[in-house]
């Protein structure tokens, strides 16, 4: 999984797969789900992200995580 923002558009996308997306399907405006050609979800987009999450911390707990990586 990785989770990416994107200041100068204000979105954040949250990968879920490596599998590519094939349909997408918007939930509330400017969240988008994408799924792919399975129905699986690979993914979420939201735009305008600092108005709609708290992006100043991020919490992992208790995820059987193999690798983690951190980037600024």
């Known amino acids: 999984m990785k989770i ?3 200041p ?3 979105s954040l996308y949250i990968d879920f797969s490596e599998r590519s997306s094939a349909d997408s399907f918007e939930v509330s405006e400017g969240v988008v789900i994408d799924y792919d050609a399975d129905g699986n979800i690979v993914g979420i987009d939201i735009d305008n992200a600092t108005s709609k999450l708290e ?3 991020l919490i992992l707990n208790k995820l059987p ?3 983690q ?3 600024a």
Request: avoid cysteine; charge should be neutral.
């Open 4 to 6: 990416n923002y994107y």
């Open 8 to 10: 100068d558009t204000d």
């Open 55 to 57: 992006l100043k911390e």
């Open 65 to 67: 995580l193999k690798t």
């Open 69 to 71: 990586k951190l980037s």
